[in-house]
Every structure is written in C-alpha cells, then in structure tokens.
C-alpha cells in the first residue's frame, strides 16, 4: 500500500512539474503576460493543479497575454462591441490563484527549511511547521500582491503595501485554513502520523492541501471582488 501511494504521489508531482514547465516555456517563448507577476502565478499554480492549471492556463491565461490583448485591441478598433470582462468566476478563479501562488511558494520554501531546520510547538512539528507556513506564505502572499497593485494604481511604496495588505489579508488567511484543514486531515485522520518533508506522499498531501486552500479561498475572493475592496485582474 505505502509503496503504491509513494508511485501515485510521483505520478502526482510529476504531472505538476511537467505543467508547470509547459506554461512556463510558452510564457519564455513570447506569451508574457501584460501584468508580469502573472508570469510566475501560471507555473506555480501549475505545480499544485498539475493538467487542471495547465487547461486553465490555455483557457484563460492565453488570452492576457500582451500579444493577444494587442491583437484583440487591433481587431475591437473599429467594431462597436467592446470585449467582454472575464466572467466572474474566472476573475474569482484569477484572484485566488494570484493569491494561492504567493502562499504555495512561502509554504514550500518554509517546509523546506523545516525539514533541515524543525521547529516543534506543543509537542508536535505540524503546529510548528504551521506557524512559519503562516508567516512566509502570508509574507509571498502579499509581496505578490505589492508586485501588481502598485503599478496598476501606481501608488507610492507604503500605499501600495496597505493596499495589498487590505485586498489580501482574508483571502491569504482563508487559503493557509484550507491547506491546514486538509493537512490536518491527513495528518490525524489519514495516516495516523506526521509525514516528513523528504517523503513524496507529504508533497502529493501538499498538492492537495494547495487545492483544498484554493477552495477555501475562491468565496472570499468573489466577495472581495464583488463589494469592490480587491479589483479584477
């Protein structure tokens, strides 16, 4: 069984290495995207979703990229039908995945310190593995969010970081919820043990746990969207 789970958690980040390396070359081969921090949400989203962030990139990322909106703009020149905004729950979908990269990114840099460096708190490297989950995810999180907010509005620096803080900060929180929600579900209900960051089934448990986080998170952000304190991208 243990070995079997091992193959499907290889299989797993397989996938999602070669997604993210997919989205990642065709961004190099000229589809950047008109907002440049969306050139590294692509593959970082890709490495958790694995063909299901590849598809969406395809589907949605394709079209913002800076040759595709230049041609649309050449092509809606002259034709009195505006292009459409993205429907809502791509934006919703948009938002929480330019979060979601900030956070995946803090949490693997941070579960791989811990694995040289473990921090434990209350008897249990989980609950410390997840206070410095928070701090580095939250902190990517919002520099992410920094990198777009400020030459969107063009803010001044501390503008632009209480701006971030104010769009970001509960969708940042409900997404690490979500990833420990599932983490805790495989952690005491699953296996019945904590998992070591050296094993390839505690990273499929990651890649899962991203998903759940994006879940968690995409409600949030439709409302942060919809009531207007965070803008479509």
């Not at 397989?14 to 070359?25: E, K, R, T």
């Not at 791509?90 to 460096?117: F, K, N, P, R, W």
């Not at 960051?197 to 499929?204: A, G, K, R, S």
Request: with cysteine; hydrophobic share 55%.
């Amino acid at each position: 069984m243990h070995q079997a789970l091992d193959t499907v958690a290889m299989v797993s980040l397989g996938a999602g290495a070669l997604s993210a390396s997919v989205i990642a070359v065709d961004i190099l081969a000229g589809h950047r995207q008109k907002m440049w921090i969306l050139n590294a949400v692509w593959p970082i989203t890709a490495l958790y979703s694995g063909p299901l962030g590849l598809w969406f990139y395809y589907k949605v990322g394709r079209v913002s990229t800076l040759p595709a909106m230049q041609m649309r703009h050449a092509e809606h020149r002259t034709d009195s039908n505006p292009a459409q905004e993205k429907p809502m729950w791509q934006a919703a979908a948009m938002a929480a995945m330019h979060c979601g990269a900030g956070c995946t990114l803090g949490d693997i840099v941070a579960e791989s310190y811990l694995y040289a460096v473990p921090f434990t708190l209350f008897g249990m490297k989980l609950y410390g593995d997840w206070v410095v989950d928070y701090i580095l995810a939250f902190s990517f999180g919002i520099a992410f969010q920094y990198f777009t907010i400020v030459p969107m509005k063009n803010l001044s620096p501390r503008e632009g970081l209480v701006a971030a803080l104010k769009a970001d900060a509960l969708s940042l929180t409900a997404w690490q919820i979500g990833m420990y929600g599932w983490m805790a579900i495989a952690v005491f209900l699953i296996f019945g043990h904590e998992l070591e960051q050296n094993e390839p089934v505690f990273w499929l448990m990651m890649q899962i746990a991203m998903l759940a986080g994006f879940a968690t998170s995409y409600p949030v952000n439709w409302w942060l969207l919809k009531v207007g304190i965070k803008e479509k991208m």
